[in-house]
């Protein structure tokens, strides 16, 4: 079954950081551009950051200079580093390929800034 899963998020002070991880599950991700997507309560659902199966980046400017975004192909990952967080970063992060594909979207992983 073809599946993306995230991990990583968790309960971290405004300033800190995390590494959000997706594994996907099959050689078809590691072709395709990838996303980083959030969505916070009462919003609609946005993409944060994305790669090209080549390593090209993009991300929203709220975010540049703070988010990473990188993939391993080897081992079917991609990654999201988060640093200098803000409570304004709180959210359910997803990821999928870019442009998200529906039947892709999975549970997410909370991230929550709070001091």
């Known amino acids: 079954q073809v599946q993306l899963v995230e991990s990583g998020g968790g309960l971290v002070q405004p300033g800190g950081s995390l590494r959000l991880s997706c594994a996907h599950s099959?050689?078809?991700?590691?072709?395709?551009?990838m996303g980083w997507y959030r969505q916070a309560p009462g919003k609609q659902r946005e993409l944060v950051a994305r790669?090209?199966?080549?390593?090209?980046?993009n991300y929203a400017d709220d975010v540049k200079g703070r988010f990473t975004i990188s993939r391993d192909n080897a081992v079917n990952r991609m990654y999201l580093q988060m640093n200098s967080l803000k409570p304004e970063d709180t959210a359910v992060y997803y990821c999928?390929?870019?442009?998200?594909?529906?039947?892709?979207w999975g549970q997410g992983t909370q991230v929550t800034v709070s001091s």
């Open positions: 099959t050689i078809v991700f590691s072709l395709a551009s």
């Open positions: 790669i090209s199966s080549g390593g090209t980046t």
């Open positions: 999928n390929t870019w442009p998200g594909i529906a039947r892709y």
